[in-house]
């Protein structure tokens, strides 16, 4: 019973190509995430969903456009990539209470690599 | 600007040994600090966390310390195992701002070796 998915696990592609990154999470929470880990293992958020609205957006390219379908769904559209967007991409969610912190549960993480 | 710093990058210590990482913040407003464990090709996965109203939180060998005067915190692994060789990553958050946005350290590389 996987918490958070993610598909695909590996993705190569060509500069300059449009690609999507699937997450869903069956836990029931009312918050998802989109990280971007570099090749030294830094982990950065990039966005952030609450109940299907976007409440965090980091300094990244509008290149990258996060749509949530439903609260158990975030995907990643990556416009015109770029060799610099090679990366893993990591889905997480959680249940924030009001000022409450709680753990995030990570997918599995999917490899982009740009040629 | 790095918000939280991590250290040492990376470390070895023999089985059985304590592993000792440590964390400082910049940011007064942090009021969750947790502690990430990854495995090679694995996401992330909380370990361990504190919340600043402790000054230490023990689960199992793990154990956090927090020191709110010196804005540090720091993981003590006992008894370390082969198993535990992982990177290790500290974290902390401002649940108060609303976005519960992670702020991680960059990271320590443990290995642990028979």
């Known amino acids: 019973d996987t918490a958070v998915s993610q598909t695909p696990k590996y993705l190569v592609t060509q500069m300059g190509n449009d690609k999507s990154i699937k997450c869903e999470q069956n836990?029931?929470?009312?918050?998802m995430y989109w990280y971007k880990q570099d090749s030294k293992k830094f982990l950065k958020i990039m966005f952030s969903?609450?109940?299907?609205?976007?409440?965090i957006n980091e300094t990244v390219p509008n290149r990258f456009s996060p749509k949530s379908p439903d609260k158990a769904h975030l995907n990643l559209h990556i416009n015109s990539l770029e060799l610099g967007d090679s990366a893993v991409y990591f889905c997480?969610?959680?249940?924030?209470?009001?000022?409450?912190?709680?753990?995030?549960?990570f997918g599995p993480g999917t490899r982009l690599t740009v040629l | 600007q790095q918000q939280v710093k991590q250290s040492p990058q990376s470390l070895i210590v023999q089985k059985g040994g304590i592993s000792i990482i440590n964390c400082a913040y910049e940011n007064t407003a942090f009021d969750y600090f947790p502690w990430y464990q990854q495995f090679p090709g694995k996401g992330p996965a909380l370990l361990i966390a504190?919340?600043?109203?402790?000054s230490e939180k023990k689960e199992g060998r793990f154990t956090i310390s927090f020191n709110k005067s010196a804005k540090q915190f720091s993981l003590h692994i006992m008894d370390s195992q082969p198993g535990d060789s992982a990177t290790y990553f500290c974290a902390a958050c401002n649940s108060g701002a609303g976005s519960y946005q992670l702020t991680f350290g960059k990271g320590t590389k443990l290995s642990v070796i028979p």
């Open positions: 997480a969610s959680s249940q924030e209470g009001l000022g409450y912190a709680d753990t995030q549960y």
């Open positions: 504190i919340r600043p109203d402790v």
């Open positions: 836990l029931g929470h009312d918050t």
């Open positions: 969903y609450n109940n299907k609205e976007l409440i």
